[in-house]
Structures are given as structure tokens and as C-alpha cells.
């Protein structure tokens, strides 16, 4: 059993930040790669940002690139979604998933390669 619990959405306005949590609880032992990813309303879910567990690896979609920052404390289970600069166009629920893996550097940015998922936070921003 693996559980996700997302945390840190909200209401902002446009060029403020917010800082995302996902913490994962399970009793699979292993190491796993963590993502972020984000459906807008009457969109598809995109890529947003993605992390190996050494923590050395991290890629990023272009939209996000330079405002947004991954981290992870995997002695916390917990991975972060650092969010600057906000735009409007970045209202979503932004929901967090995890990919159990032996490689300690992959971080795919593909929602088909992770097993688990978050149940998402929304964040809102307002022009």
C-alpha cells in the first residue's frame, strides 16, 4: 500500500510563490523517482517536474523551467514543488506521483511509467 498526500495549494496572486509537499507513506521499501504533474481545467495532465531519488537528476517541462524548483528529502519520504513567479496560466490541481526503481538516476516525465498517485492540491492564480 502506497499512499501520497499533497499539500500547500491555494489561492495567489499573479508573481507570488508556493511551495507544494507530497509525502509518500508505504511499507514497500525501495527507492523511486518522484514527479510533479498538473491538469488545468478542460485540459490534459502535463509534465511539470520530475526527480530521481539521488536527488542529482531532475528535469523540468519548458513552461516551468527557471520559476519552478523539485527537491526531495528522502529521509522525510517527501518530495517538494518549489513555485515562483506565478502566472495565471499555471492554475491546476498539481498532483504528485511516484515510480519504484532500481535506477537512483531516472526521473521519466511520462504519467504512463508512475504506479502511484496523489489525489492533487489545486492551485489557483489570479491575475
Known amino acids: 500500500q502506497v499512499q501520497l498526500v499533497e499539500s500547500g495549494g491555494g489561492l495567489v496572486q499573479a508573481g507570488d510563490s508556493l511551495r507544494l509537499s507530497c509525502a509518500v507513506s508505504?511499507?514497500?521499501?525501495?527507492?523511486?523517482?518522484m514527479s510533479w504533474f498538473r491538469q488545468a481545467p478542460g485540459k490534459e495532465r502535463e509534465f511539470v517536474a520530475a526527480?530521481?531519488?539521488?536527488?542529482?537528476?531532475?528535469s523540468y517541462a519548458d513552461s516551468v523551467k527557471g520559476r519552478f524548483a523539485i527537491s526531495r528529502n528522502n529521509a522525510k519520504n517527501t518530495v517538494y514543488l518549489q513555485m515562483n513567479s506565478l502566472k495565471p496560466e499555471d492554475t491546476a490541481v498539481y498532483s504528485c506521483?511516484?515510480?519504484?526503481?532500481?535506477?537512483?538516476?531516472?526521473?521519466?516525465?511520462?504519467?504512463?511509467?508512475?504506479?502511484?498517485w496523489g489525489q492533487g492540491t489545486q492551485v489557483t492564480v489570479s491575475s
Open positions: 506521483a511516484v515510480l519504484y526503481t532500481g535506477n537512483f538516476y531516472y526521473a521519466p516525465r511520462t504519467e504512463e511509467e508512475y504506479g502511484y
Open positions: 508505504s511499507r514497500t521499501f525501495g527507492t523511486y523517482a
Open positions: 526527480i530521481a531519488w539521488t536527488a542529482t537528476v531532475t
